[in-house]
C-alpha cells in the first residue's frame, strides 16, 4: 500500500512538473485589458521600476511572453525618442493582440497618470503647498533609489553573459558618470559595435542570446522563443504605409483645428507644436529632454516658474506612469495661469491644456511602435541583427545604475555635499533594498510603506 501511494505520489509530482512547463493556455484580450488597467496603476518606480513590473509579471509569474522576446522588444524601444516603458507595454499588448491591444496597452499605462497628475495639478495650484504630498515625496524617494538599484540588478543579471556585455556596461557607465556623455551618443555607439562585432564575430553574442532556450529549467511562456510569428505582425510595406498616414491625419486634424480655431499664437497651438517637439526629442528618457522642456516651458513662453517646474518633477516622480507625464502637469499649470478661456473655468483650461499636450507627446509612440514592430519582430533570430540591440541594453544596464547613483546622492545630500545628510533617508533606501533583494517583496508594497512613513514623519515633525 505505501508503495501504491509512493508511486501515485511520483506521478502527481511528474504531471504537475509538466504542466509548470507547458505553455499557458492562450491569453484573452479580456484578459489582457485587466492586466493592462491593473499596470496603469501601479506602475511606479520610473521606467527602470515599470520595466521590472513587467517582466516580474508577464515573464516571471504569468508567462504570457519569453525572457528573450521581452528583451528584444525592450532593446528596440531603448533605442526609439520616447517612453521606453509605455512603448514596450504597446509593443507586447500589439503582440499579443493586434492594433487594438497594443494601442490598449499603450493608453491604459498613460490614463490614471494623467487623471491624477490633473486632480494633483488643481490641488496644487488653488491651495499651494500640501503636507501630504511633500511627506509621500520624502518617503518614496529613497525607494525608488533602492528600486532603481535593483533594476540595474536585475537586468544586469540576465543581460551580461559574457565579458563583452560586461565591458560595454562598464564603459557605458564610465562615459556617463565621469565624462558626461549624452544618452543617445552612448546608445549609437553601443548599437554601431554590436552590429560590427554580430557581423564579424557572431560567436561573442550566442551565449546571451540563447541562454535562456538550453536552461534546464526554463519553462515555457505563451509567446516563447521559437513560437512563429503571428500574421498580423509580419512586415508589410503596405501595412507601413497605412500606420504612417492613419499617424499623420491623428496629428494633423487636432493641430489644424487648433491653429484655425485659435491661431498660430494662442497657447493651446504653441503647447501642441512644443510637445510635438519634444516627443521626438526624448532619446534616453524623461530626464535627457527635461532641459528642453524647462527652456521652452519656462523661459521661453513662461509657462511656469522654475520652482513649479521642480515641483512638477517632484509629482511625476511619485505617480503612476511614465515620468514623462510631467508634460501634463507643465500644460495644467500654463493653462491654469493663462486662463485662456476666462477667469471662471481656469480648471477647464488646465485639463484642456494636459490633454492636448498628452495626445501630442504620446501619438509619437504609438506610431514608432506600431510601424516598427513588423520588422524587429522579424529579426529576433537573426545574431547580427539582435547584436546591436544586445548590445544596447548592456550599455544602459550602465546608464541605469548611474541613475541610481545620482538618486541616492540627492535623496542623501539634498543640499550638496556641503549640506545635511539625511540619515533617516539612508535608513529608509537601506531599508527597502533588503526588501527588494533579501525578501523579494512586491515593488508598489515597498513604495506604500515608504510613502506612508514619509507622511508620519512629516506631520510628526
Given amino acids: 500500500m505505501d508503495g501504491k501511494t509512493k508511486l501515485v505520489d511520483n506521478r502527481r509530482m511528474a504531471t504537475h512538473q509538466i504542466s509548470n512547463n507547458d505553455s499557458p493556455a492562450e491569453v484573452s484580450f479580456y484578459q489582457a485589458l485587466l492586466f493592462w488597467l491593473k499596470l496603469g496603476f501601479i506602475s511606479f518606480g520610473g521606467p527602470a521600476g515599470q520595466i521590472a513590473i513587467m517582466h516580474e509579471e508577464l515573464v516571471v509569474r504569468k508567462r504570457w511572453i519569453s525572457e528573450k522576446r521581452f528583451l528584444h522588444a525592450l532593446n528596440f524601444c531603448m533605442v526609439l525618442p520616447g517612453p521606453e516603458a509605455q512603448q514596450l507595454a504597446t509593443y507586447i499588448g500589439w503582440l499579443m493582440h493586434k492594433t487594438r491591444g497594443g494601442v ?4 491604459l499605462f498613460v490614463l490614471p497618470s494623467l487623471f491624477l497628475l490633473i486632480a494633483l495639478s488643481w490641488v496644487y495650484m488653488a491651495w499651494g503647498e500640501v503636507p501630504w504630498v511633500a511627506g509621500i515625496f520624502y518617503g518614496i524617494k529613497p525607494a525608488v533609489t533602492a528600486i532603481v538599484f535593483q533594476a540595474s540588478h536585475r537586468i544586469g543579471s540576465r543581460a551580461l553573459k559574457n565579458n563583452l556585455l560586461w565591458s560595454i556596461a562598464g564603459l557605458s557607465f564610465v562615459a556617463i558618470f565621469v565624462f558626461n556623455v549624452p544618452f543617445p551618443v552612448i546608445v549609437i555607439s553601443a548599437a554601431i559595435l554590436g552590429y560590427f562585432l554580430g557581423r564579424y564575430a557572431p560567436h561573442l553574442f550566442q551565449s546571451s542570446s540563447g541562454h535562456t ?3 534546464a529549467n526554463k519553462q515555457s511562456a505563451w509567446i516563447d522563443d521559437d513560437t512563429p510569428t503571428p500574421a498580423h505582425a509580419l512586415f508589410k510595406w503596405t501595412r507601413l504605409i497605412q500606420v504612417f498616414a492613419a499617424g499623420l491625419l491623428l496629428w494633423a486634424i487636432p493641430m489644424l483645428w487648433l491653429f484655425f480655431i485659435y491661431g498660430w499664437d494662442h497657447t493651446l497651438t504653441q503647447m501642441s507644436w512644443f510637445f510635438t517637439k519634444a516627443a521626438l526629442l526624448t532619446f534616453g528618457g524623461a530626464y535627457a529632454v527635461l532641459p528642453y522642456v524647462y527652456q521652452g516651458a519656462v523661459n521661453d513662453f513662461s509657462w511656469l516658474s522654475a520652482t513649479q517646474m521642480m515641483d512638477g518633477l517632484a509629482l511625476g516622480e511619485t505617480t503612476p506612469g511614465p515620468l514623462i507625464m510631467i508634460v501634463a502637469f507643465v500644460a495644467f499649470v500654463g493653462g491654469y495661469a493663462k486662463a485662456f ?3 471662471d473655468a481656469i480648471f477647464l483650461a488646465g485639463t484642456i491644456a494636459a ?3 498628452t495626445w501630442f507627446t504620446f501619438l509619437p509612440s504609438f506610431i514608432f511602435i506600431l510601424a516598427g514592430g513588423p520588422f524587429i519582430e522579424s529579426t529576433h533570430q537573426q ?7 544586445t548590445a544596447i541594453t548592456a550599455a544602459v544596464v550602465g546608464v541605469v545604475l548611474n541613475l541610481a547613483l545620482f538618486f541616492g546622492y540627492y535623496v542623501l545630500w539634498p543640499q550638496g555635499l556641503t549640506g545635511q545628510f539625511d540619515w533617516i533617508s539612508l535608513i529608509l533606501a537601506l531599508t527597502s533594498a533588503v526588501a527588494l533583494f533579501k525578501y523579494k517583496a512586491n515593488v508598489i508594497h515597498v ?3 515608504s ?4 507622511v508620519a514623519l512629516t506631520y510628526l515633525h
Avoid at 104 to 107: E, Q
Avoid at 451 to 454: C, E, K, L, P, S
Fill in 104 to 107: 490598449l496597452a499603450g493608453v
Fill in 451 to 454: 510613502a506612508t512613513i514619509g
Fill in 383 to 389: 545574431i547580427k541583427l539582435t547584436a546591436p540591440l
Fill in 341 to 343: 478661456f476666462g477667469a
Fill in 213 to 215: 532556450s538550453t536552461s
Fill in 355 to 357: 490633454c492636448f499636450v
Fill in 447 to 449: 513604495i506604500a510603506v
